[in-house]
C-alpha cells in the first residue's frame, strides 16, 4: 500500500514539475548555443562584451560547484545594452526568461527611491535575497540604476558576492548577480 502512494505521489509531483515553474533542470538549463546566437545577432557594436559575458556565463552555469557567484557589472551611457543583454542571458538559462519567478529586477529610483530609509533597504535587500536563494540557489539578482542606488546599500550584499561556502546555512555560490 504504501508503495502504491508513493508511486502516485512521485507521478504527481512529476506531472506538477512540468506545468508549474520551480527549481530543476526542466525550467533552470542554461543553453550556450542560444546566448551565443543572441548575442552575435540581436547585440550590435558590443562583440567585445559579447565574448566576455558569453564565457563568464558559460564558465559559472557549466561549473556544478562554483567557488562564488557569478557577479557582472555592465557599464554604458543609456542604450547600449546592458539591460538586453540582461534579458538574453536570462532567457539562455531559465525556460521563463525575464518572467521566471527565480529572476529578480531592483531599480533604484523604484524600490529604493528614499535615501533616508537606507536602513530599512539593507535589512529588506538582506532578507529577500536570501529568501530567494533558499527557494533556488540558482536565483539571477538584476540592479538596474546603480549609479541612482543611495550610497552603501549594496554594501549591504556584499558578503552574498564573495567566497563563502554557506552564510547562516545558505549558500550563495550558485546565484547571479547583475549590476547595470
Known sequence: MAAGL?????????????????????WISFNKTRLKTDLESKL?????????????????MYNDN?????????HGWTGTGKTFVSKLIADSIYAEGMQ????????????FPHSEHIATYKSQLQQWVRGKVINCERSM???DEMDKMP????????QY?????KLDGVSYRKSIFIFL
Open 6 to 26: 508513493t508511486g502516485i505521489l512521485v507521478k504527481y509531483r512529476n506531472i506538477f514539475y512540468r506545468f508549474h515553474e520551480c527549481c530543476r533542470p526542466e
Open 44 to 60: 550590435f557594436g558590443q562583440h567585445i562584451a559579447s565574448r566576455i559575458i558569453l564565457k563568464a556565463v558559460s564558465g559559472f
Open 66 to 74: 562554483p567557488r562564488k557567484p557569478l557577479v557582472l557589472s555592465l
Open 100 to 111: 521566471s519567478s527565480f529572476v529578480h529586477v531592483f531599480t533604484s529610483t523604484l524600490h
Open 141 to 143: 539578482f538584476i540592479f
Open 151 to 158: 550610497p552603501g546599500l549594496i554594501d549591504s550584499i556584499k
Open 161 to 165: 558576492l564573495d567566497y563563502h561556502v
